[in-house]
Every structure is written in structure tokens, then in C-alpha cells.
């Protein structure tokens, strides 16, 4: 199998719609994002049904961009790979048509790629991985450490048992009235803010690499509706602060855990909490002093694209792992 394919990616699972071309797993040709984030803002979350309308608007516009701004044609295409699951199923069905209906005109290779699988292959477009690692993935719709023995075996060591890291950051933006996504908009009031609630973190019982984020969300919401009630100054601030202090410092602690414990070589964060200013410096220091390399994502990256997807792929092309035309969305595909 050649090592150098190219590799056309494309991804609707959410509210972007992305392509890219990728080389070899590792370079990068092209990466076109068509956000619609400003159309869901109105909404203040992801409305399924108008995500769907455009994708369908944007897909082959995007995609022939991706394959514009790579300097290739289909005929320099190995195989086509899109984002199977897990997703809104309304938005996925719009890629993997797209990428079925191409795979057959074209007569190339289809590859399904999971998600969660291409946020953690974003980091290899930028550094190689060593193996065994651990990856800490935080998005809007998952919170999970996933162990690496090899490419393309994710074990998942722990998850979420209510909210993800991402959809509580966006759910407490909501009860503060702040625009949809909360993470960036909580990320940077928190830089001026102080951690002065001292909200509870979940541990969970001892042993576990599991995370709970909705006690800590109500526990939020609890503390502003007290304040309004005693008329009280709410200080926007140090809610953000507080809020952010107790999920970083269990995000960090339980991945520090689980990286000693399973003696890992990396550490690789994923998904778009991973653009988290707090999140990433406390991962740095915690780690600075460890053997344990550690690898963010630059911020292109961190939020959904297709290079991830693309770099994904190039794993299963190796290992000729391919699909037929029956590929269906699938928006509660399990990972590994
Ligand atoms: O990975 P992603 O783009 O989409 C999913 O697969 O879910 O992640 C989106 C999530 C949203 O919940 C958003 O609020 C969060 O990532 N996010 C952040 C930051 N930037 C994006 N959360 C915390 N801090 C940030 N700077
Ligand atoms: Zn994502």
C-alpha cells in the first residue's frame, strides 16, 4: 500500500461544513471550514434541521474548494473519507452522501471515519505520535480519555456519565445570558475573573477515570439565582472563573492520574475545549516535569475541520479498511 495518498476528507457532523485533502496521514494540502455558527447563534445552540439545509447549501461548494486550494484534481485522489458517526444524523447524512456519491462517479475507496478518532489524528498533523499514549477528548458532545497502543486501537478509560466539558461550558453561558458557544466566551471572562465559589469538583468514586459535569452546571446555576435573590452584585467574572477552576482541575488531575498509571510516552488533547486558554496551561504545567510528552493542538485544529478527518483515514487506508455503498450515518457509532 503506497504511504504517500491523498486523501479527500469531508465533514458535516455539526454545524461546519469542512473539507480538506491530506497527504500521507501527515500533510496537510488543504482545509476549508464553512462555519455556520453565526446562523445558530440567533438559537443560542445547533438547530438540527436548519445545520442539515446548509450543509447541503455549502458541501460541493467547500469541497471543490478543497481541492482547488490542494492543486489536485479527482484523478490525483486515492480515496475519499468522511465523518460517519457519531453526529446529528440530519447533518451527517449530507457528507456521507456527498462522499458516497463521489467514491462511486470516481470509482475510488470510501472510508468511514469515526469523530472522536479524527480529533485525536488533528495532532498528527503536526507531530508524530508515540505510542502508548493517552488522549484526553473534549468537545461539545464527548469528554473521554482514550488509550493508544497502536494506531487506530482506542480503548476508552473513562467518559462522561451526564454532560460533556464542551455542553456544560455551553449550557452555563446560556444561564448567564452569554452567546452561544459558551466556551470561548466563559474561556475569556475567566482570564479577568477569580475563583471565588469554590464550585464542588467531581471525583467520583476512587479509581475512576470517569467525569460528571451537571452537578457543577446546577451548582452554577444555583449560585447566580441566590445572588439575583439577595440582590446581590453578580459578578459574571468570577462565576466564569469558578466555573472553569473546577472543570479544568478535574479534567487535569484525572488525566495526570491516568497518565501515571498507565505510564504512558504522550499525552494528546483533542475536540474544541482543547482551545481552552485555562485548560491548556494547566495541562502544561501540570506535565512540564513529567516524561510524559505533551500534545495540544494548534486552535485551527481544536474545532471541527476535515484535515482530522483525513489524517483518521489515512490509518484505515493503511490497513485497507474500506467501506461499500451501504456507509450510513451512524450518529451513535462507538469508538474502538
Ligand atoms: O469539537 P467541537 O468543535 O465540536 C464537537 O464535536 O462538539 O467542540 C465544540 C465545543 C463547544 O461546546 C464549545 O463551547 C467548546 O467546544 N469550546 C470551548 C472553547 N472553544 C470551543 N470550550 C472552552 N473553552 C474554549 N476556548
Ligand atoms: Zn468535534
Redesign the pocket.
Known amino acids: 500500500m503506497k504511504t504517500d495518498e491523498i486523501i479527500l476528507a469531508i465533514e458535516t457532523?455539526?454545524d461546519?461544513t469542512a473539507a480538506a485533502v491530506v497527504k500521507g496521514g501527515t500533510e496537510l494540502l488543504s482545509n476549508v471550514v464553512a462555519t455556520q455558527m453565526e446562523i445558530h447563534q440567533k438559537f443560542g445552540g445547533v438547530v438540527p434541521e436548519i445545520a442539515s439545509r446548509h450543509h447541503i447549501e455549502q458541501i460541493t461548494l467547500v469541497i471543490e474548494q478543497a481541492l482547488e486550494e490542494a492543486s489536485v484534481t479527482m484523478d490525483d485522489v486515492d480515496a475519499i473519507a468522511v465523518t460517519e458517526g457519531p453526529?446529528l444524523v440530519g447533518a451527517l447524512l449530507i457528507g456521507v452522501n456527498a462522499a458516497k456519491s463521489i467514491a462511486y462517479a470516481h470509482d475510488k475507496p470510501l472510508i468511514g471515519v469515526h469523530?472522536i478518532a479524527g480529533?485525536i489524528y488533528a495532532n498528527r498533523l503536526e507531530q508524530e505520535f508515540q505510542f502508548p499514549l493517552l488522549s484526553l477528548v473534549?468537545?461539545?458532545?464527548?469528554t473521554e480519555l482514550i488509550y493508544m497502543r497502536d494506531h487506530g486501537g482506542y480503548e476508552v478509560i473513562g467518559e462522561t456519565r451526564d454532560d460533556?466539558?464542551?455542553?456544560a461550558?455551553?449550557k452555563v453561558?446560556k444561564a448567564l445570558k452569554l452567546p452561544?458557544?459558551?466556551?470561548?466566551v466563559?474561556?475569556?471572562l475567566a482570564q479577568k475573573g477569580e475563583d471565588v465559589y469554590d464550585f464542588p469538583r467531581a471525583w467520583l468514586e476512587k479509581g475512576s477515570y470517569d467525569f460528571s459535569f451537571s452537578g457543577l452546571k446546577t451548582s452554577v446555576i444555583n449560585k447566580l439565582n441566590q445572588l439575583k435573590q439577595k440582590g446581590e452584585d453578580v459578578r459574571v467574572e468570577d462565576l466564569a472563573a469558578s466555573f472553569?477552576a473546577s472543570v479544568i482541575d478535574v479534567l487535569v488531575k484525572k488525566t495526570y492520574q491516568a497518565a501515571s498509571d498507565l505510564g504512558v510516552n504522550q499525552l494528546i488533547v483533542a475536540?474544541?475545549?482543547s482551545?481552552?486558554?485555562?485548560?491548556r496551561e494547566a495541562l502544561k504545567h501540570q506535565f512540564e516535569d513529567t516524561n510524559v510528552k505533551l500534545m495540544i493542538p494548534p486552535l485551527y485544529l481544536?474545532?471541527?475541520n476535515a484535515a482530522m478527518i483525513g489524517a483518521a483515514a489515512s490509518i484505515e487506508f493503511q490497513k485497507g479498511n474500506f467501506k461499500n455503498l451501504n456507509l450510513n450515518a451512524n450518529p451513535g457509532l462507538m469508538l474502538g
Open positions: 457532523s455539526c461546519e453526529g469523530h480529533h473534549v468537545s461539545g458532545g464527548h460533556a466539558a464542551g455542553e461550558y455551553d453561558a452561544y458557544p459558551g466556551g470561548p466563559i474561556d475569556q472553569q475536540g474544541g475545549v482551545a481552552n486558554k485555562g485548560l481544536c474545532t471541527d
